[in-house]
């Protein structure tokens, strides 16, 4: 007994397009979300550097404009 109608291979293939197509937009999706959680990552790092800046600033008792000039003397040096 016959189960269905036999699909051609320009079916096939057209089914075999549509689930590459369909593969390949779930892949860009995916890539573009681990690129917003890398820059997410990314400004973690900054915001914890910036953190650490501070409590050595603070350990010093030194503002962020002494250290700028301390930075600039540094280079002209």
């Known amino acids: 007994m016959p189960r ?4 051609s291979p320009i079916e ?3 089914d075999e397009i549509k689930n590459t197509q369909d593969a390949i937009e779930q ?3 995916a890539i573009k979300t ?4 890398l820059k997410q990552l990314q400004d973690e790092i900054k915001i914890e550097e910036f953190k ?6 603070e ?3 030194m503002t962020i404009l002494e ?3 301390l ?3 540094k280079d002209v040096e």
């Not at 269905?4 to 699909?7: A, D, F, P, S």
């Not at 681990?34 to 959680?37: H, I, R, T």
């Not at 650490?52 to 600033?57: N, P, R």
């Open 4 to 7: 269905g109608v036999r699909r």
């Open 12 to 14: 096939r293939l057209q």
């Open 27 to 29: 892949y860009k999706s």
């Open 34 to 37: 681990q690129e917003e959680k």
């Open 52 to 57: 650490e800046v501070s409590s050595l600033l």
């Open 59 to 61: 350990e010093k008792n």
């Open 67 to 69: 250290l700028k000039e």
């Open 71 to 73: 930075l600039i003397s």
